[in-house]
DNA sequence: GACGATGTTGGCAC
DNA sequence: GGTGCCAACATCGT
């Protein structure tokens, strides 16, 4: 479910809710225990209760929570010199169907929550004091990862450049040093990290390339257009606040409306809005692909 | 009721 | 290096 578009949208609500609150009490489920952490749940709620966010930031498709343990004089009651409290990584990818919802504990609990974070109350009062992770599938991950101070978990670092940061220059030197066809690098999070395959079709559409097309075969000026359009097309969707085809709403619980401006995405069989011919469906990278055969060359 | 599809990643065989 | 198949899981449409 989530691309880069939706993670980035979850997490600036995220961020305009959680930064120092502390998370009084954590619960997870025996399914969240079994499928979606990847720290044993009797660690990941310890370490979890009484910590507070720090921050909250994109990492390609990945959501990091930067987490203050509590100090000791905190966790005894006592007054004593503030010492600095370590700090650790919450680290949550939501997969297909994950959700990450900030809101009033009064609301019902929908189904396939599969973990909630009560929060200390808001002084404030405006934002939610519960946090749920709510997941059908339960393809969504959740962990934590030591603090260090030069970098992120060895995992995150295997990860491609973010397709919003990455230069043209750089994005064509990496493309044209491939064999594999362009779409299976979009979709490879370890050469871009944050493209699934909503965002990779509708680029390619935008740049007039079929997903087929062998990288290295791609011309100059065509893998430029490729860049000009990812970054557009990233940028309008997270100022649409997202596509929700079935399962995506941000960090307050509301749907994006980017889905309503997909050109081939979820519209194979239809006509092309550029040209009108039938817009066409194939398997590329073991993923559902549509294009248009008029558009898009090889 | 069966079947195939769905935004994700990771492992394995070839 | 690249591809294809399968796995996890629940739901929905044909």
């Known amino acids: 479910m989530p691309e880069l578009p939706e993670v980035e949208t979850i997490v600036r609500g995220l961020r305009a809710c959680l930064p120092g609150r502390r998370i009084e009490r954590a619960v997870v489920t025996p399914a969240a225990a079994a499928n979606i952490l990847r720290t044993p749940a009797a660690e990941f709620v310890r370490a979890l209760e009484g910590a507070s ?42 997969g297909m169907t994950g959700q990450l919802v900030c809101e009033p504990s009064s609301r019902p609990t929908p189904p396939h929550t599969h973990a909630r974070f009560e929060l200390q109350a808001d002084p404030a009062g405006g934002a939610g004091d519960v946090l749920r992770y709510t997941d059908i599938r339960q393809f969504g991950r959740m962990e934590l990862a030591a603090w260090n101070e030069n970098g992120l978990p060895a995992r995150l670092e295997q ?87 079935s399962d995506y709403v941000d960090a307050s619980g509301q749907a994006g ?36 055969p008029r558009c898009q060359r090889r």
């Open 53 to 94: 966010v720090v921050a909250v930031q994109r990492y390609g498709k990945h959501i990091l929570l930067r987490m203050a343990a509590p100090t000791a004089s905190q966790s005894r009651g006592q007054h004593r010199p503030a010492r600095r409290s370590p700090q650790f990584w919450w680290i949550a990818h939501l």
């Open 257 to 292: 409306v980017f889905q309503n401006l997909h050109q081939v995405y979820g519209r194979a069989g239809q006509t092309c809005l550029r040209c009108g011919a039938a817009l066409r469906r194939t398997l590329v990278a073991g993923r559902g692909t549509t294009f248009c």
């Open 159 to 245: 990860l491609g450049p973010d397709p919003l940061e990455i230069t043209e220059e750089e994005f064509l030197r990496r493309l044209r040093a491939r064999a594999a066809r362009v779409k299976s690098l979009l979709l490879d999070q370890r050469f871009l990290r944050g493209l699934g395959n909503i965002y990779a079709d509708e680029c390619l559409f935008r740049a007039g390339l079929r997903p087929s097309a062998q990288a290295r075969r791609i011309s100059r000026a065509r893998a430029a257009a490729l860049w000009h359009a990812m970054r557009s097309l990233l940028e309008e969707a997270i100022a649409h606040g997202g596509s929700s085809v």
